[in-house]
């Protein structure tokens, strides 16, 4: 009886994501970045038009509210 030789496959599996896997996260998280600037942005535009009196009520000044525009909109 011919002697016989046990192979066994190896699998490989890699914890590292494939490029196409990276590429979508990548791209996923310029989006949610992007909607943040926007929203931002949109919530500034929306504090510049509040009248005096409505800041009081909120209990802001008009140097917070202009502090808070003169930030760059990728700045929270």
Do not use: N
């Not at 490029?19 to 949109?42: D, E, H, I, N, P």
């Not at 009248?51 to 003169?70: I, K, T």
Request: aromatic share 6%; with cysteine.
């Amino acid at each position: 009886m011919p002697a016989t030789a046990d192979h066994q496959l190896i699998y490989c599996q890699s914890d590292h994501p494939t490029l196409a896997a990276r590429a979508v996260a990548a791209v996923g998280s310029m989006a949610r970045t992007l909607r943040l600037w926007r929203a931002r942005s949109r919530e500034r535009q929306q504090l510049a038009a509040i009248d005096g009196r409505d800041l009081r009520d909120a209990g802001l000044s008009r140097y917070d509210v202009e502090r808070e525009l003169a930030k760059p909109f990728w700045r929270g």
